[in-house]
Nanobody, 121 residues
Framework: QVQLVESGGGLVQPGGSLRLSCAASGSIFSINTMGWYRQAPGKGRELVAQVLSGGITNYVESVKDRFTISRDNAKNTVYLQMNSLKPEDTAVYYC???????????????WGQGTRITVSS
């Protein structure tokens, strides 16, 4: 099996910064896309940012120029550096990874347990 463990959430004031980490472990041959979704109270889950295996990144418009996603392939870890946080960034953040467990095998999507971020003064 594969586990994703997130860390780094918490309470921060508007304009502040946080860094999320998500480490994948278990039966992993390779990881394709890694990324972060979030779900705000009363809303659906939305893609925040993703980084492909080759390093290409994508962001939802509302976080461009504020958030930076990166990955360390040697550690099977994805990071989300969040700067200039706003109250509307308040949500539970979930990491995910598309994992290939054996060579030439299928891709499976795995999710972290979620970490809550509250942006409030």
């Amino acid at each position: 099996q594969v586990q994703l463990v997130e860390s780094g959430g918490g309470l921060v004031q508007p304009g502040g910064s946080l860094r999320l980490s998500c480490a994948a472990s278990g039966s992993i041959f390779s990881i394709n896309t890694m990324g972060w979704y979030r779900q705000a109270p009363g809303k659906g889950r939305e893609l925040v940012a993703q980084v492909l295996s080759g390093g290409i990144t994508n962001y939802v418009e509302s976080v461009k120029d504020r958030f930076t996603i990166s990955r360390d392939n040697a550690k099977n870890t994805v990071y989300l550096q969040m700067n200039s946080l706003k109250p509307e960034d308040t949500a539970v953040y979930y990491c995910y990874s598309e994992v290939r467990r054996v060579v030439a095998g299928p891709l499976y999507a795995y999710w972290g347990q979620g970490t809550r971020i509250t942006v409030s003064s």
